[in-house]
């Protein structure tokens, strides 16, 4: 039959980091010794004591449906979690969980935006934001910052994209793909800007919020006037190594979890019962593997700081958390490769893979064309021989 797929998903682009992962497994089928440095995954198990948790849960009966908020002991530790780690005070009914954090930004995405409204996008952004606001018929306004500007747009640039329709700004903090985490000083010169417009809700993508360089992660919901006007995203796949698990959880104002917890019933309903046990497990007890596997991500991110930074032309900022690096490399646009001229991130992320057989994301699906994306969630021997190939790569351009 004819193919009757739907133009909202004919216009949508397929997620970079996953397409980009599939080429280089693609690759490794056909026989190319392969490396992966493209999907935003820790590269550490589960700790055990969490798997413990979640098989005890399914021994003790944790097969059923769940309230599509949420399990009751879970929003109560993530209340918990937010008074210990945040001072922030919430109560269950603020708080929903998700099959991801993934779901948790698009309910409220699709719980606030009417088609004509426009949200402000801190660019460069994590892939799928874009993408889910086209689907709502929003309009995404991008405010960019550049590498030398530590992807940090001004207040002053804020305050301008801010127009009658502006509904919402979204960011992440620390930042996915850039690394960047924003200061209390500069959230707080945000909020300067944000209080002299109170309709505009905070969309604060904080996953990466455990991995995290800084002595403390400030949220924009804990400076004064805040709260009840921000939404926070986290969710258990980065900190505590639970990717495949598909938990995350949004804390803000009770009308907006009312809202979320009305689009997730028709959606997905709850996320899994013995998952969610575990997850309180995590919560209460999991700081501590958490730090040992930050320890690891800050050695590694100062290894491949060095190299990237030795490679001639190439600018990168300093990252403070997730475990990307997210250099400029559009010094090498107009260069060739045997007649091939690579134009852009896109072109050289491409010749990388195909001559390097390093698998990288291009900066286009983040917003940023000049730049690319390197995870660093894998060993030091495999970062080690992926920037020997890169650099091998790079020096054959002429």
């Known amino acids: ?152 747009p001004t207040p002053e640039a804020l305050e301008q994209a801010i127009t009658s329709r502006t509904k919402a700004i979204l960011y992440s903090s620390p930042g996915n793909p850039t690394g960047t985490v924003f200061s209390k000083v500069t959230l707080e010169a945000y909020a300067e800007v944000l209080r002299r417009h109170e309709n505009i809700l905070i969309i604060s993508d904080e996953i990466y919020e455990y991995i995290n360089f800084c002595p403390t992660h400030v949220s924009m919901a804990q400076l004064e006037g805040m709260q009840e006007r921000t939404a926070i995203i986290n969710g258990f796949s980065k900190g505590f190594a639970m990717t495949g698990w598909r938990l995350g959880y949004m804390a803000g104002p009770e009308w907006l979890v009312k809202a979320c917890s009305k689009m997730q019933s028709q959606i997905t309903s709850g996320a899994t019962a013995f998952g969610q046990k575990a997850a309180v497990t995590a919560l209460h007890r999991g700081r501590p593997s958490t730090i040992s596997m930050v320890e690891t991500f800050r050695k590694r991110r100062d290894y491949l700081l060095e190299k990237v930074k030795a490679l001639p032309g190439v600018r990168c900022n300093h990252p403070e958390g997730a475990f990307y690096l997210f250099p400029d490399f559009s010094s090498y646009f107009g260069k060739s490769f045997e007649g091939l001229v690579l134009s852009n991130a896109d072109d050289l992320t491409m010749y990388l893979l195909r001559h390097a057989h390093v698998a990288l994301v291009s900066g286009t699906a983040f917003g940023e064309e000049r730049c690319i994306r390197l995870s660093y969630a894998a060993s030091d021997s495999i970062l080690a021989e992926a920037m020997l190939r890169i650099g091998r790569a790079l020096e054959q351009l002429s």
């Open 1 to 152: 039959m004819t193919p009757l797929t739907a133009q909202r998903i004919l216009q949508m682009q397929p997620s970079a980091t996953l397409a980009m992962s599939a080429l280089s497994r693609k690759l490794q089928a056909q026989g190319n010794d392969m490396i992966n440095l493209s999907l935003g995954e820790p590269d550490f198990d589960t700790p055990n004591f969490i798997k413990q948790a979640a098989k005890e849960a399914l021994d003790q009966g944790y097969t059923k449906y769940t309230p599509v908020p949420g399990l009751p002991e879970l929003r109560k530790a993530i209340c918990e979690k937010f008074l210990r780690e945040n001072q922030l005070i919430y109560t269950p009914e603020q708080v929903i969980v998700s099959n991801g954090a993934k779901q948790s930004v698009s309910n409220i995405l699709f719980s606030i935006l009417n088609p004509g409204d426009e949200i402000i996008i801190f660019t460069p952004y994590w892939v799928s934001y874009n993408e889910m606001v086209k689907l709502t018929g929003a309009t995404p306004v991008f405010l960019s910052a550049d590498v030398q500007a530590n992807y940090t």
